[in-house]
């Protein structure tokens, strides 16, 4: 069974920076691609960041190039999105996400998410 657990979330201000993290267990990294995307109420679901430890390819939406940055720890099973320099429109639920093949394919299972609230 594959589950991926979202943490990380929480208030911050405007300008400031959060780590997201999500443990994935029943994949293999050297399979999957695992990313991350957010949705806020009323918005179209917007895929933000994604990361292949096989080649260790990446991909950054252009609303958080130079802002974000997607690593993964192998190890752990864990892929974490450092956001800095956030502003009121990264306000979102963010949930992480798995692909069979690669980044730009179909992506098959996600998280419950953790939410990153509007900052003051």
């Known amino acids: 069974e594959v589950q991926l657990v979202e943490s990380g979330g929480g208030l911050v201000q405007a300008g400031g920076s959060l780590r997201l993290s999500c443990r994935v267990s029943?994949?293999?990294?050297?399979?999957?691609?695992i990313g991350w995307f957010r949705q806020a109420p009323g918005k179209e679901r917007e895929e933000v960041s994604c990361i292949r430890s096989l080649d260790n390819r990446t991909y950054y939406a252009d609303s958080v190039k130079g802002r974000f940055s997607i690593t993964s720890d192998n190890a752990k099973n864990t892929v974490y999105v450092q956001m800095n320099s956030l502003k009121a429109e990264d306000t979102a639920e963010y949930y992480c996400?798995?692909?069979?093949?690669?980044?730009?394919?179909?992506?098959?299972?996600w998280g419950k998410g953790t939410q990153v609230p509007a900052s003051s």
């Open positions: 996400e798995t692909y069979p093949v690669a980044c730009s394919g179909p992506y098959d299972n």
């Open positions: 029943g994949v293999s990294f050297d399979d999957y691609a």
